[in-house]
C-alpha cells in the first residue's frame, strides 16, 4: 500500500510540472489546407547554454505531414568576473514528421555554441519563433495543440508500468528475505 501511495504521489509531481507549460498554442486546420504558419513564443526553458527545448505536439486525430519551428538564438558569454567575452547569434530550430500519427515530441535543444571559459557563465535568449505545418490528405477540419515539455519529467504509460512492477517485485523479495529471517532464528 505505502507503494502504491508513493507512487501516486509521484505522478502528482510529475503532472505538476507538465502544467506549468511555457508554450501553449492551439489551433484548428481546415480541410483541403496544407500548409498553415504562424509566430509564438520561443520553447527554451532556461536561459543558458545549452538551451532546452521540447514541444509535444498533439491533433485530435492522426494526420501525415511536417511541423517545424526556427527563430534567432543570441548568446551573450561572461568571464569569472562578470566582464564581456563574445556573443553570437544564430538560427536554431527542429522538425519532426508525422506519419498517420497524434502525437510527437519536437527537440529545439541547443548545444552548438561553445563553452563559457572557465568560472564564466553563458547568457542565451531567444524572439518569437516561427512555427508552420505541411499536412497532407485532410478532409475533414483537425483540432492542434502544442505545449512545451520537459522531457523525462512525465514518464510515459510502459515506464510508470515498470517501475511500478518494480517497487512491487522489491516488496515482494523484502517480505520473502524476513520470512526467510524469521525462519532461521526460530
Do not use: C
Not at 499536412?135 to 495543440?145: E, F, T
Not at 504509460?157 to 512491487?168: E, L, N, Q
Not at 516488496?171 to 532464528?185: D, E, F, H, I, V
Amino acid at each position: 500500500m505505502r507503494i502504491l501511495k508513493f507512487a501516486v504521489a509521484i505522478a502528482a509531481v510529475a503532472l505538476s510540472a507538465h502544467a506549468e507549460a511555457k508554450v501553449k498554442i492551439v489551433g484548428t486546420i481546415a480541410p483541403g489546407t496544407q500548409y498553415v504558419s504562424f509566430t509564438g513564443p520561443n520553447p527554451y526553458i532556461n536561459d543558458t547554454i545549452p538551451l532546452l527545448g521540447w514541444l509535444r505536439v498533439r491533433f485530435n486525430r492522426p494526420v501525415t505531414g511536417y511541423f517545424s519551428g526556427d527563430g534567432e538564438v543570441y548568446v551573450t558569454s561572461y568571464d569569472a568576473d562578470g566582464n564581456y567575452v563574445w556573443d553570437d547569434n544564430a538560427g536554431e530550430g527542429g522538425s519532426i514528421l508525422f506519419t498517420n500519427e497524434r502525437v510527437r515530441d519536437v527537440n529545439f535543444t541547443v548545444t552548438d555554441f561553445p563553452p563559457a571559459e572557465p568560472g564564466g557563465h553563458i547568457d542565451a535568449s531567444s524572439t518569437g519563433f516561427n512555427y508552420e505545418f505541411i499536412l497532407y490528405g485532410l478532409d475533414r477540419q483537425v483540432r492542434y495543440s502544442i505545449t512545451s515539455i520537459r522531457p523525462g519529467a512525465i514518464p510515459e504509460p510502459a515506464t510508470w508500468a515498470m517501475m511500478i512492477a518494480g517497487f512491487g517485485g522489491i516488496g515482494g523479495m523484502l517480505r520473502r528475505r524476513r520470512r526467510g529471517m524469521l525462519r532461521l532464528t526460530s
